[in-house]
């Protein structure tokens, strides 16, 4: 059981992305302490799913089916989570992710110039809308939630935006430029908003995971038979803990963020939740 946090009861949570593996943690935590969850998602059974966890354990909580980039489809959500929550308390971006198409097949560009353009992915071949997509879907997409939901936020007291960064965005991974590129634009985000709206009474911060299992990353880490890949393995070796993070380990930063009695003062960071990954230079 999480402790409560007294200060969250009754508050009004909107969770984007909130039907994944990282966003529905974050969901049945909130619950937890009492607080009325919006879950934001494309999918409606999965979002009904963690709803009926949620639920079936005595907490609050509602699926909202819209798209993080599609302005009309947040205006909606947002009306149904006021006349059946309430206005948001709470925002957590949670949306994102990468895509094959944005991604390159190795980490080093090798072998003569014409390799530049055969059939494997490079710098020099990978698709122009594969990179937007990323690149939208990661910013935008946390833009976008933010323009709509936490309009409701000002002047109100106690509310909060948490946005969901990476570890990439301090130190690019190899394969994957926009993914990297569109987390290090929420660092920035995160600081430049924490500015724009100190004196409306909402702060906002971040939080950058490390290395966690996802149903996005599953099947880059983990092979057929259960292994770790290659590229799993350079992980843990890089990890000073040697292992992957598990998602409950996640939730005491974002409680504390979201507490105004704990919080207060914190404005404008972006707290690793690494594992030590960001500590070691690997020698």
Same mark, same amino acid.
């Given at each position: 059981?999480?402790?409560?946090?007294?200060?969250?009861?009754?508050?009004?949570a909107? !969770? =984007? %992305?909130?039907? #994944? $593996?990282?966003?529905?943690?974050f +969901?049945?935590? /909130?619950?937890?302490?009492?607080? @009325?969850? &919006?879950?934001?998602?494309?999918?409606?059974?999965?979002?009904?799913?963690?709803v009926?966890? !949620? =639920? %079936?354990?005595? #907490? $609050?909580?509602?699926?909202?089916? +819209?798209?993080? /980039?599609?302005?009309?489809?947040? @205006?909606? &959500?947002?009306?149904?989570?006021?006349n059946?929550?309430?206005?948001?308390?709470?925002?957590?971006?949670a949306?994102?992710?990468?895509?094959?198409?944005?991604?390159?097949?190795?980490?080093?560009?090798?072998?003569?110039?014409?390799?530049?353009?055969?059939d494997?992915?490079?710098?020099?071949?990978?698709?122009?809308?594969?990179?937007?997509?990323?690149?939208?879907?990661?910013?935008?997409?946390?833009?976008?939630?933010?323009?709509?939901?936490?309009?409701?936020?000002?002047?109100?007291?106690?509310?909060?935006i948490i946005?969901?960064?990476?570890?990439?965005a301090?130190t690019?991974l190899?394969?994957?430029?926009?993914?990297?590129?569109?987390?290090a634009?929420?660092?920035?985000?995160?600081?430049?908003?924490?500015?724009?709206?100190?004196?409306v009474?909402?702060?906002?911060?971040?939080?950058?995971?490390g290395?966690?299992?996802?149903?996005?990353n599953?099947?880059?880490?983990?092979?057929?038979?259960?292994?770790?890949?290659?590229?799993?393995?350079?992980?843990?070796?890089?990890?000073?803990?040697g292992?992957?993070?598990?998602?409950?380990?996640?939730?005491?930063?974002?409680?504390?963020?979201?507490?105004?009695?704990?919080?207060?003062?914190?404005?404008?960071v972006?707290?690793?939740?690494?594992?030590?990954?960001?500590?070691?230079?690997?020698?």
């Amino acid at each position: 059981m999480i402790p409560i946090h007294t200060d969250l009861k009754g508050k009004v949570a909107v !969770i =984007t %992305g909130g039907s #994944g $593996i990282l966003g529905s943690g974050f +969901a049945k935590s /909130l619950a937890e302490c009492g607080v @009325k969850v &919006a879950i934001i998602g494309r999918n409606q059974d999965k979002l009904n799913k963690v709803v009926q966890e !949620i =639920t %079936g354990q005595g #907490g $609050i909580a509602i699926p909202v089916v +819209a798209d993080v /980039l599609q302005v009309e489809q947040l @205006k909606k &959500a947002n009306d149904l989570v006021k006349n059946t929550l309430g206005t948001c308390d709470i925002l957590i971006n949670a949306a994102g992710g990468n895509h094959s198409s944005a991604t390159t097949s190795t980490e080093h560009l090798n072998g003569d110039a014409d390799s530049c353009f055969r059939d494997e992915k490079t710098l020099f071949n990978l698709d122009k809308s594969g990179i937007e997509y990323v690149l939208n879907l990661n910013y935008l997409g946390t833009l976008l939630p933010t323009q709509i939901f936490a309009s409701d936020m000002v002047g109100k007291k106690g509310c909060s935006i948490i946005n969901i960064s990476s570890m990439n965005a301090y130190t690019p991974l190899t394969k994957i430029p926009a993914y990297s590129a569109a987390k290090a634009a929420i660092n920035n985000f995160t600081q430049w908003l924490c500015v724009y709206l100190s004196k409306v009474g909402i702060r906002v911060n971040a939080i950058a995971p490390g290395f966690f299992l996802t149903e996005q990353n599953y099947d880059l880490l983990v092979t057929e038979d259960g292994s770790l890949s290659e590229r799993a393995q350079k992980i843990i070796e890089h990890t000073p803990m040697g292992r992957f993070g598990e998602q409950s380990e996640l939730v005491g930063t974002l409680l504390w963020l979201v507490d105004e009695r704990l919080s207060g003062f914190v404005n404008g960071v972006v707290i690793p939740v690494d594992g030590g990954f960001s500590a070691y230079s690997g020698v």
